[in-house]
């Protein structure tokens, strides 16, 4: 697929069209400062008590929603979210010892509350906290992204929020960003060129890293005290994490177009018919019970490693081995 021969923005009236998916990038109230791990850290932390004329910003680490229109059905407005209280977080962090991991422990999740979320968005595109990407598709493939969500909810992936290498075609669970990016996966609208764009790398050194038998060499109370260090080194152990960024997803917009919304029109592609999931039903059934049963637990060093995606399926020959 040619993506920038079939992109094509809107200046003028454009009739309103009956079949659309519309992801919907939030902004950080400030960037987030990723040049180490304590900056990443002290800027997500200053960014949790921003507040937009008295009111406490709802996306302080960005964010993406989904909105989903077919034919005259009922719009669909979905986004994923943590549904673990600030409590809960501080209390890992005080006296559980989590540290960076909390990248990639899966947590309760749930979906955004819409009418919150509704009344929230005017005001935020208005001051330029929002930006869109709103691609007009055909009845197929509407009805083919109305499906995916259909099954999503009834597999109860919404209840997982997934870190960040979690991903719901694999039955994880997943993020707000990598749970956007899956419609456009399953639809096959997701070209190279967005991958590129909106993913960030990062190479996190494993000593930052706690799991069950050992703990980070820095943890939150240090970070907040000054105490940083670089992003892993060539030569000493550690993660390499890939995931879709709401903020660069947001900037790439803002580099395509200087209007709020790009549309991209894919009507004249015919509907995917490759399967929706990477596993049957009943292995995504299997594995989602997996990490529901699992929310919050904290890593084995293989998990931390990535090394059950090499070794076993769902995480059983791993976590035999860890324990």
């Avoid at 519309?22 to 304590?38: C, H, M, N, Q, V």
């Avoid at 929020?161 to 991903?167: P, Q, V």
């Avoid at 030569?235 to 947001?250: G, R, T």
């Avoid at 999931?277 to 292995?283: I, L, V």
Wanted: net charge positive; proline share 5%.
């Amino acid at each position: 697929m040619h993506w920038l021969l079939v992109l094509f923005f809107t200046f003028s009236f454009s009739p309103s069209f009956a079949s659309e998916l519309e992801l919907i990038f939030y902004k950080a109230p400030r960037p987030l400062d990723w040049s180490t791990p304590g900056s990443l850290v002290r800027s997500t932390l200053k960014n949790s008590f921003a507040r937009i004329e008295g009111r406490k910003y709802p996306h302080p680490i960005s964010h993406v929603n989904v909105r989903l229109k077919c034919d005259e059905d009922e719009q669909h407005f979905v986004g994923m979210t943590s549904d673990k209280s600030t409590g809960s977080y501080l209390k890992d962090f005080l006296l559980k010892g989590i540290s960076l991991d909390t990248f990639l422990i899966n947590v309760k999740g749930q979906f955004i509350e819409k009418e919150k979320a509704l009344q929230w968005l005017p005001y935020l595109k208005q001051k330029g906290y929002v930006r869109t990407l709103k691609i007009l598709l055909n009845p197929g493939q509407c009805l083919r992204a109305q499906r995916y969500l259909k099954i999503y909810k009834e597999l109860g992936q919404e209840k997982i929020y997934g870190g960040l290498r979690s991903h719901p075609l694999r039955g994880e669970g997943a993020g707000c960003a990598a749970f956007a990016v899956s419609f456009l996966q399953v639809l096959n609208l997701f070209p190279e060129e967005l991958n590129q764009a909106w993913r960030r790398k990062l190479n996190v050194p494993l000593e930052l890293l706690s799991f069950q038998s050992h703990r980070a060499s820095i943890g939150f109370i240090g970070y907040l005290r000054g105490k940083d260090r670089p992003w892993a080194y060539p030569s000493e152990e550690q993660i390499q994490m890939q995931f879709w960024d709401p903020e660069l997803m947001y900037n790439w917009v803002a580099k395509k177009t200087t209007k709020m919304t790009l549309k991209w029109d894919v009507r004249q592609y015919r509907a995917s018919e490759e399967p929706l999931f990477s596993h049957s039903r009943k292995t995504m059934e299997t594995t989602v019970q997996y990490h529901l049963q699992n929310l919050g637990r904290r890593l084995s060093r293989e998990e931390i490693l990535n090394t059950s995606s090499r070794t076993c399926r769902l995480f059983r020959f791993c976590r035999s081995k860890a324990h």
